[in-house]
């Protein structure tokens, strides 16, 4: 086996990860002040921790640098109860009224704005802009896999927070840290997706711990009073009932726009408009080459085919830069109309896969090739069959390594060549 050979990426990732490790582990006294020594310890150490995962979102070339471009204005106000609860998190009645008074100088002030933006940035960077983005990619598919993937990520986020513990926090406000820290982690990720803005994440996490933490940090008073407490409590239940149904709402192609290149994920009934325009785009094709009956002139697949797919599980769709450019079906043998098959045979009886319907948009080459590499990934055993017509998919199977085994009909009794494969991609 080939040893990987270590890269400067490899260097930087390891001299930031061993510098944060010694600041938390060392925490040198730099002024001899215990509180503000402290304030630098986490500056220190969180700015690492960024320095960390803002590479490594660039590297897996996660879209989450920007804003949406489709509707900028309404991705803003989708997310406006986001921003008021961590706007309302700063105690303004309170500082109005002289109830809460700054007790600390102004440069003080700016050292622990720049404490709450780096903890902003390493979080929001490790959790959404790294960790999410992982999990979607491999669970995003259904809104099902959505969810999951946002309340457990969250869970995790405010666990974190249990290591507050070893630094000396009391249980009962690592506790309640733990239950703000899960929501917020929940509120970020969904204005994450809603907006592709890492950095609007960072802004609503620092703002949010700014206003929390600004009594003791650096002002003195009675942080909780009557109206503040009732203000707060409203926003936050109904932001979170606001952002729960936003959250259930989202589909497949609410995520796709997070990553770029080449994705494979199964169908949603959603995705049938864009369906369309694929197989629309490849029966014109088809039949400028000279095979206009395969799939005829506007009538196949059906919607109700479409979203029998999604709904089996069977349909997939390849998403170039966050769109779907191609489709296929895939679908666990036996297969009804290759039960019998003339002028040849199949080359064994092992378990298959079928794989259908295969269409490009045009936007994207070697579909085919990506497409059935996908499906032996899974199935090692493949069938497949197209139109006599049809001469660029007969060349291509030959190309990808499929073997003519015969004649097979379809249901509406028209003839169509059959091909299968074994033993998984061919390179």
Not at 55 to 70: D, L
Not at 213 to 227: K, N, T
Not at 326 to 353: C, H, L, Q, S
Request: glycine share 10%; charged share 20%.
């Amino acid at each position: 086996m080939k040893k990987k050979r270590i890269t400067g990426f490899d260097i930087y990732l390891i001299i930031c990860i061993a510098g944060l490790l010694a600041v938390e582990i060392a925490r040198p006294r730099l002024t001899g002040d215990e509180e503000l020594d402290g304030m630098l310890n986490i500056i220190f150490s969180r700015m690492l921790g960024f320095m960390v995962f803002l590479p490594i979102a660039v590297k897996s070339r996660y879209r989450v640098f920007g804003f949406v471009r489709e509707r900028p204005a309404a991705a803003l106000l989708a997310v406006l109860p986001a921003i008021l609860v961590c706007v309302n998190n700063f105690p303004f009645i309170g500082s109005l009224t002289g109830g809460i008074r700054p007790d600390k100088p102004g440069w003080y002030v700016a050292l622990f704005v720049l404490q709450c933006l780096s903890i902003g940035l390493f979080e929001e960077f490790a959790f959404r802009g790294v960790l999410l983005p992982a999990v979607l990619e491999r669970y995003g598919d259904s809104k099902k896999g959505i969810f999951l993937s946002v309340v457990v990520g969250s869970a995790l986020f405010g666990l974190v927070h249990l290591f507050n513990l070893l630094e000396g926090a009391g249980a009962g406000s690592v506790l309640l840290q733990i239950g703000y820290s899960t929501l917020i982690g929940g509120m970020c990720a969904i204005v994450l997706i809603k907006t592709r803005c890492i950095w609007l994440c960072v802004a609503l996490h620092a703002v949010f711990d700014f206003g929390g933490f600004y009594v003791p940090s650096v002002a003195e008073g009675e942080l909780w009073d009557a109206p503040t407490v009732a203000i707060t409590a409203v926003l936050g239940v109904l932001t979170a009932v606001y952002m729960t149904v936003m959250l259930l709402r989202f589909e497949p192609s609410s995520v796709d726009p997070l990553f770029a290149g080449i994705r494979i994920r199964r169908t949603a009934a959603s995705d049938i408009p864009e369906l369309r325009r694929i197989y629309a785009a490849a029966r014109g094709r088809m039949a400028a080459e000279g095979n206009p009956h395969q799939w005829g002139d506007r009538s196949y697949p059906p919607d109700d085919l479409l979203r029998h797919d999604a709904l089996c599980g069977t349909g997939r769709a390849m998403i170039l830069d966050g769109r779907p450019a191609a489709a296929f079906a895939v679908i666990p043998g036996p297969d009804p109309t290759y039960a019998k098959i003339e002028d040849g045979a199949w080359k064994n009886d092992r378990p298959y896969a079928a794989v259908h319907r295969i269409a490009s948009d045009g936007t994207l080459r070697g579909v085919l090739k990506l497409a059935l590499d996908y499906c032996s990934g899974i199935w090692p055993e493949l069938r497949i069959d197209t139109h006599e017509d049809n001469l660029r998919m007969r060349r291509l199977l030959g190309e990808n390594g499929f073997v003519r085994c015969g004649i097979i009909h379809v249901e509406d009794g028209s003839p169509r060549i059959a091909f299968s494969r074994s033993g998984g991609k061919k390179n």
